[in-house]
């Protein structure tokens, strides 16, 4: 039976060698062009995930107010409002990302100078996402002692859609953490090869 | 050739001995040397701060129990127990962790194959600093709860207590988000050309 291996041949090398050879010039082939453009259209996806999440929890936690007189407001719950506050701002965010990334796929070049963009959009996806989970962990606790406080028995409307507002909001930290996830490769990518287009 | 090494160029006796030659497969100059070592020695100390405040955290947290009988006790609250054993995971990790960079200064190479060590590394990072942001933002709910429901004015030290225990654990939080940072930068740089010692 003969062998893979002929008289002479080294085995395959396990570990990937260095990256000696790779030329810096921004030279890219068809392959890498569309793997940008895969990665760009995955961080739009995500980035419209997060939008949608993150505005359906700021409308159900904006408008879990008075139905009736006496009847308790998101208003009057620090931690509600900071639910409130992170959602929109994450859903701004994401919006307007969104319009970066559709301009970028259309012009094929970004709106501000390459590396500024994406350490923008990278710090932002990052930061934006820590803030939105922080609010829906205060969210959450706040709406557990609503329990606790006996304000579910007489209100169950207004539980049930804090409890929907919270979750939302974590869906939507889902999706913006795993934008920032691919944010981050993409300034790792600009700062160790000096182009994002070095896949 | 030149070798990594060459006559003058032998780095300063204080520092711990590098990995030259010993992968000699993997060339690196002198100046990539020191930044992985640079780097090496950040993510080592990053640690060593998370693991500090995590620890401090935990104990203050642990032991802000009863001092008279009647008094409140954190095990009677959940965010707070969410507090210390967020803290105390962190705590263990950051340990496990600094085992682990201190080995591979020391050895030269990571002690698992390089890239699970890698990606174990910076997942753990990541999540766990996810993990402990979520845990500190409920502490800081629960115990501003503690001051409207008038715990505060008859046990004013167990609140101090619990403020202090968030606020360290906070402080823990930046340290391992940080290290997330950096341990994200080194798998991505492994992603892309294949070896760390691509700087």
Redesign the interface.
């Known amino acids: 039976m003969p062998s893979p291996l002929r008289n002479g041949d080294a085995p395959p090398?396990r570990?990937?060698?260095?990256?000696?050879g790779?030329h810096p010039h921004h030279f890219h082939s068809t392959v890498s062009e569309q793997k940008i453009r895969r990665l760009n259209a995955l961080i739009l996806l995500l980035r419209l995930a997060a939008f949608c999440f993150s505005l359906a929890a700021a409308i159900f936690m904006g408008t879990n107010t008075s139905r009736s007189p006496g009847s308790p407001s998101w208003l009057h719950f620090?931690?509600f409002r900071l639910v409130f506050a992170a959602n929109a701002i994450m859903a701004a965010y994401s919006l307007f990302a969104m319009g970066f990334s559709i301009s970028e796929i259309l012009k094929g070049a970004t709106l501000f100078p390459e590396p500024l963009q994406l350490w923008f959009d990278f710090a932002h996806d990052q930061v934006f996402s820590?803030l939105v989970?922080?609010?829906?962990?205060?969210g959450?606790?706040?709406a557990?002692?609503l329990v606790g406080a006996h304000v579910c028995t007489a209100e169950s409307a207004f539980c049930v859609q804090a409890y929907i507002s919270v979750a939302l909001g974590f869906a939507g930290f889902v999706f913006l953490?795993l934008s920032a996830l691919v944010s981050?490769?993409r300034v790792?990518?600009y700062?160790?090869?000096g182009s994002r287009f070095?896949?």
Chains 1, 2 share one sequence.
Do not use: D, K, M
């Open positions: 090398p570990l990937p060698s260095p990256a000696v790779r620090h931690p820590y989970l922080a609010a829906e962990a205060a959450t606790v706040e557990r002692g953490a981050g490769f790792a990518c700062v160790i090869t070095h896949l």
